[in-house]
T-cell receptor, first 114, second 110 residues
Framework: ETGVTQSPTHLIKTRGQQVTLRCSSQSGHNTVSWYQQALGQGPQFIFQYYREEENGRGNFPPRFSGLQFPNYSSELNVNALELDDSALYLC?????????????FGPGTRLTVL | QKEVEQNSGPLSVPEGAIASLNCTYSDRGSQSFFWYRQYSGKSPELIMFIYSNGDKEDGRFTAQLNKASQYVSLLIRDSQPSDSATYLCAVRRGNTPLVFGKGTRLSVIA
């Protein structure tokens, strides 16, 4: 157990809908990163939040957006869902700052878009 | 384009044998290297990280790094059926995002 929690566990949406995924970081961690993992692929970086500010973004369109709250929990929002958005969405928390910053993953949210 | 390459497998080894998982990366500036284990339907679990050339041992696991060859490996000694999973290699430059390979599926045969 990493202490990182995500909700919901599973979600089924239809194309065009919007979805919000949630993540609570491990105690003492101020950085949250979101990844998308399609079947048979490695996780792909979506974006990262550090102390409530986005400080890095991968190659994902603007319909993927996020927030980080003062308690360092985070949300991932996806608008106008497409079939290709079906994937496991992973949240990872870390301490941030200098040095080797190890990321610990939550259990993930499995999103299915029909 | 920063890339991390792994053989997708499956890599099949008998119980008790040594499993050797390999990973190459394209970004010479990569500074830290991670191995995650992912069971089917679950999230990645950190096994170990390494950032200096050479070997790093943790129980049955040994990570090996050769920055000149841009190569990192994970050895699993005395492999057990419970080690059957997908092993993800991830690399990082500074505090930039992790770049993952597609993973190698390991099957340990009892």
């Amino acid at each position: 157990e990493t202490g990182v929690t995500q909700s919901p566990t599973h979600l089924i949406k239809t194309r065009g809908q919007q979805v919000t995924l949630r993540c609570s970081s491990q105690s003492g961690h101020n950085t949250v990163s979101w990844y998308q993992q399609a079947l048979g692929q490695g996780p792909q970086f979506i974006f990262q939040y550090y102390r409530e500010e986005e400080n890095g973004r991968g190659n994902f369109p603007p319909r993927f957006s996020g927030l980080q709250f003062p308690n360092y929990s985070s949300e991932l929002n996806v608008n106008a869902l497409e079939l290709d958005d079906s994937a496991l969405y992973l949240c990872a928390s870390s301490q941030g700052g200098a040095g080797v910053d190890t990321q610990y993953f939550g259990p993930g949210t499995r999103l299915t878009v029909l | 384009q920063k890339e991390v390459e792994q053989n997708s497998g499956p890599l099949s080894v008998p119980e008790g044998a040594i499993a050797s998982l390999n990973c190459t990366y394209s970004d010479r500036g990569s500074q830290s290297f991670f191995w995650y284990r992912q069971y089917s339907g679950k999230s990645p679990e950190l096994i170990m990280f390494i950032y200096s050339n050479g070997d790093k041992e943790d129980g049955r696991f040994t990570a090996q790094l050769n920055k000149a060859s841009q190569y990192v490996s994970l050895l699993i000694r005395d492999s057990q059926p419970s080690d059957s999973a997908t092993y993800l290699c991830a690399v990082r430059r500074g505090n930039t995002p992790l770049v993952f390979g597609k993973g190698t599926r390991l099957s340990v045969i009892a």
